[in-house]
């Protein structure tokens, strides 16, 4: 039987939320110690709940929850401030990156680090979203979940040579092509060795690292079509 615990005192952000019952909620928090946690917020849907502008996504929480089983329940929810609110482009890049984490973390698995990575990206997407903090957020990600890229040495253990090209073979790493050679995912060794630095002041590089990122995530998460990406691309396109 699983054992009733109770947390409190626990910085937390709302990933994911969707009604349950006419008054309440399932909400989806990512935890600093805790991971991915699920949590039913008991009266969240009633006009006067005091949780009804709290419970936000992208904004810092401070949530304690007690429990046991799959779902436990929210206990309290504060705002801890100090968190523009998403607008444009860079509300959309902060949904992406909710699905990534839905999508590829595990629940109650741990990540202190990926937590700060998050929090800090959230923070540069105040200030206008820019693709390379998605480029550094999806990277340290796949490290977190232990899918780390190999970008600074091939797969033979050689140095990657920044003129030289690259196809980059999932689960593997970089093989070097010659010059006839041909390759889904092919990228510059310059690009591979700025995304070990994520420095993306050349757009090549960032561009090439785009589409190696896309190819990944796709993997990882088995092909899924990501609501914010085709969402973001409709608008565009309008």
């Not at 839905?102 to 959230?122: G, K, N």
């Not at 033979?156 to 092509?177: Q, W």
């Not at 889904?184 to 090549?204: I, K, Q």
């Not at 896309?214 to 998460?221: A, F």
Request: glycine letters at 10%; one cysteine or more; aromatic letters at 8%.
């Amino acid at each position: 039987m699983n054992q009733r615990h109770k947390v409190d005192g626990q910085p937390a952000f709302v990933l994911h939320a969707y009604p349950y019952s006419e008054t309440s909620l399932i909400i989806d928090v990512f935890s600093r110690d805790y991971g991915r946690v699920a949590l039913l917020a008991r009266g969240a849907r009633r006009p006067r709940s005091v949780l009804r502008g709290v419970l936000l996504a992208f904004q810092p929480l401070e949530v304690g929850w007690a429990g046991r089983g799959e779902v436990q329940t929210l206990m309290k929810a504060e705002w801890r401030g100090g968190q523009p609110l998403l607008a444009g482009k860079s509300l959309f890049c902060g949904y992406y990156l909710n699905e990534l984490l839905m999508h590829l973390l595990p629940r109650e698995d741990a990540h202190a680090r990926l937590f700060s990575v998050y929090a800090e990206t959230l923070r540069r997407f105040a200030d206008g979203a820019q693709e390379a903090d998605l480029r550094c957020f999806e990277r340290a990600l796949l490290q977190e979940l232990g899918y780390g890229l190999l970008l600074e040495t091939d797969t033979d253990g050689v140095s990657v040579e920044g003129n030289a090209r690259y196809g980059y073979e999932i689960e593997r790493g970089p093989v070097r092509l010659a010059g006839t050679d041909a390759s889904a995912l092919a990228v510059s060794g310059r690009t591979l060795l700025d995304l070990a630095r994520e420095d993306f002041s050349d757009p090549r590089s960032l561009a090439e690292a785009k589409q190696l990122m896309r190819t990944l995530i796709g993997h990882y998460t088995g092909g899924r079509h990501l609501a914010s990406r085709r969402i973001f691309r409709e608008l565009q396109e309008l």
